[in-house]
């Protein structure tokens, strides 16, 4: 078949199945069959591809239909002009999650002018994406970076070596503060799984980074009474969550804090996406 009769049936299949994306998908799952670029693929047509790659397209096109994520296809997801490594084992990065990376840069920079230097915590790393961004952008900060899962904290050191700043993370095995022997943490930042369990329409990605329990604050509460427990004091908490948690989450943290103060972040589209706790003593 020539290249724009795969692509035909590329749109039409992808279309079909509600997938937004389905041009763009198309034409990306072709390069990554014929090792060209989407430039090339555009201005050749009239290419005959053969049966081999025909046969991986239709196949890809009908994962893809499936909702199988692009990301996995590659092997990698552009996160903050950064390349990060993805698999079945690490939530692939999201871009409202910049807003939680945003949120924490306007207070790291303010107190990144300090003579001491900045502690910043990044829980439940996954891929890494949070910790490395830090790592390139901030200047006179420490980074650590933790994840309960091997898996993905190996991934996230891979992702650390790929974007050069391996040396200035350190990487901890931890379910959420319980190996975190450093106390003076000045910030916090978690994208923890906030997704309640009987939400269902998310497959592939790994069930652990995205679901928690009941209202899905499950694992944001855990780690407010560990800050606590295991006497913590950060002067800056960020949370990303899901718009409707926002008051559930207020009320609980004002019935665990004597006097915090609460600030709310929106993303692009308007909706409440980062939850940032400061003063909690």
Known sequence: MKINELLAFGYETLKKKNIESFVLDTELILTLVLKKNREWILSHPEFIVNKKAEKKFFKLIIKRAKNYPIAYMFGHKYFYDLKFKVNKNVLIPRPETEILIEATFEVANLRGCQPSRLTILDIGCGCGNIAITFAHKLQNTKIIA?????????????????????????????????????????????????????????????????????????????????????????????????????????????????????????????FDRVFIIKSIF
């Open 146 to 270: 933790s994840d309960v899962s091997k898996h993905a904290l190996n991934m996230a050191k891979k992702n650390a070596k790929l974007n050069n700043v391996y040396n200035k993370i350190e990487f901890i095995k931890s379910d959420l503060l319980k190996n975190i022997k450093d106390k003076k943490i000045d910030i916090i930042v978690a994208n923890l799984p906030y997704i309640k369990n009987d939400y269902k329409t998310i497959k592939y990605e790994p069930r652990k980074a995205l679901y928690s329990s009941k209202d899905g604050l499950g694992h944001y509460k855990k780690l407010l009474y560990q800050i606590i427990e295991l006497k913590f004091n950060p002067i800056y908490i960020f949370f990303e969550i899901e718009p409707s948690q926002v008051e559930t989450l207020t009320n609980f943290t004002k019935k665990l804090f004597k006097k915090p103060t609460i600030e709310i972040k929106k993303d692009l589209n308007g």
